[in-house]
T-cell receptor, first 109, second 115 residues
Framework: GNSVTQMEGPVTLSEEAFLTINCTYTATGYPSLFWYVQYPGEGLQLLLKATKADDKGSNKGFEATYRKETTSFHLEKGSVQVSDSAVYFCALSDRNMRFGAGTRLTVKP | GAVVSQHPSWVICKSGTSVKIECRSLDFQATTMFWYRQFPKQSLMLMATSNEGSKATYEQGVEKDKFLINHASLTLSTLTVTSAHPEDSSFYIC???????????FGPGTRLTVT
């Protein structure tokens, strides 16, 4: 069945460092792909999404490109901030939303 | 933007009692709502999918008699944890799929602690 695999954390970076969180998917058909962010004690917030191959989702300095050839949707940010510390989930949507395991990011001043 | 609320946000109950969690879509209609469970430092596990006016579809391994789901209207779904036990302590998150936009929006979650 459809599934998502994302890099395991935790990831610890210094402020202003470059961030990449890898995500690959397995799917039949062409699902939409998502990145969600979860801050401590809160629910999920949609960070960005892409609905078809070569689409780039972007929000708050984060970007991810739907790569059909590599079945990937890696999350990137050029310069992270302390406030970006959270857990990030990659997900795909077919009949239901399927989540990756989550990657905990800690950004230190 | 579309908002999904959950109530309560945090609840403590004694073992053996039942707890009801509400999930509401505040500014859109949702024929389909989803209930997830999240253990500490883990991903979301889909428990069940509920469609308005019909019985919920439970994922494998989820006890339907223990986790009662009702989706009586296009804006409200409830999850009742019956005869709760400490192992039911978890973070429960609902989401609702917009009938028109077909987007899925998530609630803020409910933390259940069973003592």
């Amino acid at each position: 069945g459809n599934s998502v695999t994302q890099m395991e954390g935790p990831v610890t970076l210094s402020e202003e460092a470059f961030l990449t969180i890898n995500c690959t998917y397995t799917a039949t058909g062409y699902p939409s792909l998502f990145w969600y962010v979860q801050y401590p004690g809160e629910g999920l917030q949609l960070l960005l999404k892409a609905t078809k191959a070569d689409d780039k989702g972007s929000n708050k300095g984060f970007e991810a490109t739907y790569r059909k050839e590599t079945t990937s949707f890696h999350l990137e940010k050029g310069s992270v901030q302390v406030s970006d510390s959270a857990v990030y989930f990659c997900a795909l949507s077919d009949r239901n939303m399927r989540f990756g395991a989550g990657t905990r990011l800690t950004v230190k001043p | 933007g579309a908002v999904v609320s959950q109530h309560p946000s945090w609840v403590i109950c004694k073992s053996g009692t039942s707890v009801k969690i509400e999930c509401r879509s505040l500014d859109f209609q949702a024929t389909t709502m989803f209930w997830y469970r999240q253990f500490p430092k883990q991903s979301l596990m889909l428990m069940a999918t509920s469609n308005e006016g019909s019985k919920a579809t439970y994922e494998q391994g989820v006890e339907k008699d223990k986790f009662l789901i009702n989706h009586a209207s296009l804006t409200l779904s409830t999850l009742t944890v019956t005869s709760a036990h400490p192992e039911d302590s978890s973070f429960y998150i609902c989401s609702a799929r917009d009938l028109v936009a077909f987007e899925q929006y998530f609630g803020p979650g409910t933390r259940l602690t069973v003592t």
